[in-house]
Structures are given as structure tokens and as C-alpha cells.
């Protein structure tokens, strides 16, 4: 039977050790199942296993690694309030809510990455609670439902995030604080005060290569002014509708699991604003709350299109009619 070796064995290895025929030697395992795993490990936890072989340090491919890498690094060093983009002929697909939970794989989300990899485009963007957080709420247990561990979703969200991000390509990776979110940082510096600065106490340590902030603006300052936030800035029915008109900008939400666009005209012309659903399962067993009572919710995502720099009537992609469906077509 094949030694079984766990991803924090090989993690620990690799950092005392440095190259993969030690790790090998160390281990016991075949060294090509160290550099499948380094890379397995590396794509799905947004890490750096850095080799210190000394053959090979130069060349175009060491050089762009290292660069990544420390882009990583500054990244995870905070929170951007304010992040800015621009697009002036190009997509940005944006999906929220996704509300990753261990050993479910919604539709919505293989459709993302299919839609990813087909439309190529500038921005990928998760606006928003991609982490539950069921065990770290400030709600109680439902009764006696059953509620993943806390590392079970943190590797959830990695898995799903890192499959986003092979199929991005050569797209910037965007993501948003959501109120779920935040649960991670919350929890630990109401409860562990002391970790403040220990690598770990946010999830800016397992995504490194996600720009994170409050709110991404894309094109700011121009026509095409658009406004990427998880929350809207008026809630309710109307959310999208009075989220631009208090903005004066398009403006692109989640949080509430709708999905729909609405428009605003005014003499500078029409704007957006857009709900942009959940990427999860309606009724999954994250959102037991809702007590099996309808809601207006919807499965799905939002594809912005600019044009000249300014943004086209957005796009939606839904679930529906037992699948994922994007201009008429099963995606």
C-alpha cells in the first residue's frame, strides 16, 4: 500500500529541507509524487513552496515566480479600503456569495469556471462571503445540525478559489470583504487578542493572490465609473435601483442573494445597478435559517462589459431550468 503523507508533512519538509529529492529521501515517496504534490498544494493553498536548488535560479520562469511572490507577500500584508481598476475594452465576471461549504461543488460555480476560461476576461472578482463561517457566527446552532469545522471550509474556499484561478489565466484576481468574511478576523481578535500580527489570525494569509479591500472601482473618475462592494447602500426590494442612485455611479452588489440588473437614466445619461445572486446552492445546508421558506433568491453570476471604457447593459448568468444558462445557452 502507497505511504500516505499528509499536505502539512510535505509542507514542513519542504521548508527545513528545501529540494525535492529531500523531501523524497525524508519521506519515502517517490519523487515525482513530491513535485505533483508541492504544485497540488501550492495551487490549492495559495502558497510558495520556494526550492533552494541551486540549478535553474535564472530565466524568465524563476523570475516571474519570484515577482508573484512577492506581490503575495505585499498583499497579505493588509486590507485595501479603496482598490482601483481599470477596463477599457474587456469583462469583468463577478460572482457573490458563494458561501464555500466542504464537499459541495455548486453548479453555479462549475459554470463560473467554464464561463472563465471561454469569455478570457480582464477581472475576475468575488464580491463577497466566500467563507460561512458556520462555527464562528454570532448565531447559534440550528438544533442538532451538522457544522463543518472552521479548517474544513478554510480548505473549501481554497480548493474552489484556486480552481477560479487556473481558469483566470492571465486575469486579475479581486476579491471583497463580505460580513461572513469578516467573521475569520472577528472571531479571533475578540477571542485570541494576543495573535494580532501572527500570520494566519485573516484570510489574507490563505489567499495570497487575491487583492483584497472593501470596494473595487473600476474606471473611477470617468463615464464608466463602476462601483464592485458586497453590501448595497440602500437595502430591501429596491437594493440595485437605490444603490446607484445614492452612488451616482453603476454599482455592483451581493449579500442579498438576488440576481437582477436595474437601470437609472438621468441628463449624464443611464447607469446600473445590479444584484449579483449567490454562487451557492439556494438551499443548501448553509442556509438552513431560512426554515425551508421561500426566498427571493437566485443561483448565478454577473458579466460587466466595457466598452471605450464605459459599461455595457451587465449580463447575467442564472440557474434555471436545471442549469446554468448565459445569453440563451447552457453554459
Do not use: Q
Given at each position: 500500500m502507497p505511504k500516505y503523507v499528509t499536505d502539512e508533512q510535505i509542507i514542513e519538509a519542504w521548508q527545513k529541507l528545501g529540494t525535492a529529492k529531500k523531501v523524497s529521501d525524508a519521506l519515502d515517496i517517490d519523487i515525482r509524487q513530491i513535485y505533483f504534490r508541492r504544485?497540488?498544494?501550492?495551487?490549492?493553498?495559495?502558497?510558495?513552496?520556494?526550492?533552494?536548488s541551486t540549478r535553474n535560479r535564472a530565466g524568465p520562469n524563476i523570475a516571474k515566480a519570484k515577482a508573484q511572490d512577492a506581490l503575495a507577500a505585499a498583499r497579505a500584508e493588509k486590507y485595501e479600503r479603496d482598490m482601483a481598476e481599470t477596463v477599457r475594452n474587456g469583462t469583468v465576471l463577478v460572482a457573490s456569495d458563494c458561501h464555500y461549504w466542504p464537499g459541495i461543488v455548486s453548479p453555479a460555480h462549475e459554470a463560473f469556471v467554464r464561463l472563465i476560461k471561454a469569455l478570457k476576461p480582464d477581472i475576475?472578482?468575488?464580491n463577497g462571503d466566500i467563507l460561512d463561517g458556520a462555527r464562528i457566527s454570532r448565531h447559534p446552532r440550528i438544533m442538532w445540525e451538522k457544522q463543518p469545522t472552521l479548517k474544513d471550509e478554510l480548505h473549501a474556499v481554497q480548493d474552489r478559489c484556486a480552481e477560479i484561478a487556473r481558469a483566470a489565466g492571465r486575469a486579475r484576481l479581486v476579491r471583497t470583504i463580505g460580513n461572513h468574511d469578516a467573521r475569520?478576523?472577528?472571531?479571533?481578535?475578540?477571542?485570541?487578542?494576543?495573535?494580532?500580527d501572527m500570520p494566519g489570525m485573516t484570510l489574507l494569509d490563505y489567499l495570497p493572490r487575491w487583492r483584497a479591500g472593501w470596494a473595487l472601482h473600476v474606471n473611477s473618475d470617468t463615464d464608466g465609473w463602476t462601483v464592485i462592494r458586497h453590501r448595497p447602500v440602500s437595502g430591501g426590494i429596491h437594493s440595485a435601483y437605490n444603490s446607484t442612485l445614492r452612488a451616482g455611479t453603476h454599482y455592483v452588489h451581493g449579500h442579498l442573494h438576488k440576481l437582477g440588473v436595474t437601470a437609472w437614466g438621468d441628463y449624464r445619461g443611464r447607469r446600473y445597478g445590479v444584484d449579483t445572486g449567490t454562487l451557492a446552492e439556494i438551499n443548501g445546508p448553509q442556509f438552513n435559517y431560512t426554515e425551508a421558506g421561500p426566498h427571493n433568491w437566485a443561483s448565478g453570476?454577473?458579466?460587466l462589459t466595457f466598452r471605450e471604457g464605459r459599461l455595457l447593459n451587465p449580463e447575467l448568468a442564472v440557474f434555471e431550468a436545471g442549469g446554468v444558462h448565459f445569453r440563451g445557452q447552457p453554459v
Open positions: 504544485r497540488k498544494i501550492e495551487a490549492a493553498r495559495g502558497i510558495a513552496l520556494a526550492s533552494r475576475v472578482v468575488l475569520f478576523a472577528n472571531y479571533w481578535s475578540a477571542n485570541t487578542p494576543e495573535g494580532e453570476f454577473a458579466v
